[in-house]
């Protein structure tokens, strides 16, 4: 059973919502960042990439990192950029690129729903990163963005949100950088409200689909403020943190590719050979590339040529996690041929997500990597299945696209 509960967002006043969005703060770099928001005092980046105001400051974990954001969050909600509402409530949440819609709901879930696992996760965190956001959040006194969740679609939530939608007009209907239009409903309806979290209720499990380290950090500031106040009787808020909770079948999972710097001291044709030896099919070379077609296809770019690199039968274990293709590449290829042993500390790895296409692939390899190569997108339903047997997917096997926006949402603890 999954809780879910409407909750008083802090929310940009009307009007400031398109100064104010802007990417989520772990898919970009700090000159990144400082380039996001040059000429934008209300950009959120100034909350959740705080050190951009701190241009001598180059250690990310800084204390003067997190006094900045407490104290940058404190001046957008002083002159009037933030409102908070006056009631807990849950909003719909609509994302759109070109032709693919996903619509969620925006509300609080349980930390004690994240401990017993009925918020099922599928990726292994990291301290340094969990460490990084629980300071922020308690300089913040808040959950400065959502975790990006889902669940198994339920077509009572369904006609609930459709029929909310049709009938009352979005507070905020805005196209970002990227072109991806957002647009939000705010639910006051109380009846809405208590339909919504009543269907959740029969839902066993909620699946992160991005942001376990976001969640993993608001499970233990809840902890500790638990411990601060003994007398805690489970409704207040630092006993939640938020989510945009999407159903599966919105969701769109891109591939998440790798980009290696060298070829491990191998010649070209050495390396192909190794691969070959290995029990890959390797295809002949092509000048123009294109995405694999079907779980067991890996696209290579090497040398300014394209291969199709095919997992055979008997390369692929039994294993739900190791016969992934991401596995089958790690452990027959960049492991023994190119000497990558932990892809999630190793410089000489490099990882872009699906949504730059091939063509970014090429340019990497062109400007200081040696070889590309553009992976199957797994489902959500393979996510689900590992997560359900108690299982994590292999570092970097998953790209949601879009992903939801920072700054439109804010839990205060």
């Known amino acids: 059973m999954a809780q879910v509960r409407p909750f008083r967002a802090m929310r940009p006043s009307k009007g400031f919502e398109e100064k104010v969005i802007a990417k989520p703060y772990d898919v970009m770099d700090k000159s990144e960042a400082s380039k996001m928001a040059e000429g934008n005092k209300y950009s959120f980046l100034h909350v ?3 050190e951009i105001d701190l241009p001598k400051e180059d250690n990310p974990y800084a204390d003067s990192v997190y006094e900045k954001a407490g104290e940058n969050l404190k001046n957008l909600m002083r ?15 609509r994302q759109q690129v070109k032709d693919h819609v996903q619509t969620g709901i925006v509300g609080c879930v349980s930390i004690d729903d994240y401990e017993a696992d009925v918020i099922k996760k599928h ?32 077509s009572q939530i369904r006609t609930l949100v459709e029929g909310f939608m049709s009938n009352n007009a979005p507070v905020y ?29 029969k839902v066993d499990s909620l699946y ?25 009787t489970g409704r207040e808020e630092f006993n939640f943190f938020p989510a945009v909770i999407y159903p599966d079948k919105d969701l769109k999972v891109l591939d998440h590719n790798r980009v ?19 029990g890959f099919e390797v295809s002949e070379p092509v000048e123009e590339g294109a995405k694999p077609v079907r779980a067991g296809e ?3 770019f090497l040398d300014n040529l394209w291969y199709t690199i095919r997992i055979t039968e008997g390369m692929v274990p039994e294993d739900l996690t190791e016969s992934l293709d991401v596995s089958v590449l790690q452990e027959k290829l960049l492991r023994p041929i190119l000497g990558i042993e932990d892809i999630r500390n190793d410089e000489r790895i490099d990882f872009v997500g699906g949504a730059g296409g091939i063509q970014e692939l090429e340019i990497k390899t062109k400007n200081g990597m040696s070889v590309a190569f553009c992976m199957y997108p797994v489902t959500v339903a393979k996510v689900m299945e590992v997560s359900d047997a108690g299982l994590t997917m292999p570092p970097k096997s998953t790209w949601f696209e879009p992903k939801p926006a920072s700054g439109l949402f804010i839990h205060l603890l």
Not at 208 to 232: C, F, L, N, T
Request: aromatic content about 12%; proline content about 2%; hydrophobic content about 35%.
């Open 48 to 50: 959740t990439r705080s």
């Open 79 to 93: 002159d009037g950029t933030y409102m908070i509402e006056s009631k807990p409530m849950l909003y719909i949440y």
């Open 123 to 154: 990726e292994f965190t990291r301290y340094d990163k969990e460490k990084d956001r629980e300071r922020h959040f308690i300089a913040c006194n808040a959950d400065t963005e959502p975790v990006f969740i889902t669940y198994r679609d339920n």
């Open 173 to 201: 209907d805005i196209a970002d950088f990227d072109g991806v239009s957002h647009m939000v409903w705010a639910v006051n309806d109380d009846n809405v409200i208590n339909g919504i979290c009543g269907f959740f209720e």
């Open 208 to 232: 992160i689909a991005d942001g376990h380290h976001r969640a993993a950090s608001a499970y233990k500031v809840g902890q500790m403020m638990r411990e601060k106040h003994p007398q805690y």
């Open 260 to 278: 290696v710097r060298d070829l491990n001291g191998n010649t070209i044709n050495e390396f192909l050979d190794k691969i070959k030896n290995a």
């Open 298 to 300: 890996i696209s290579m």
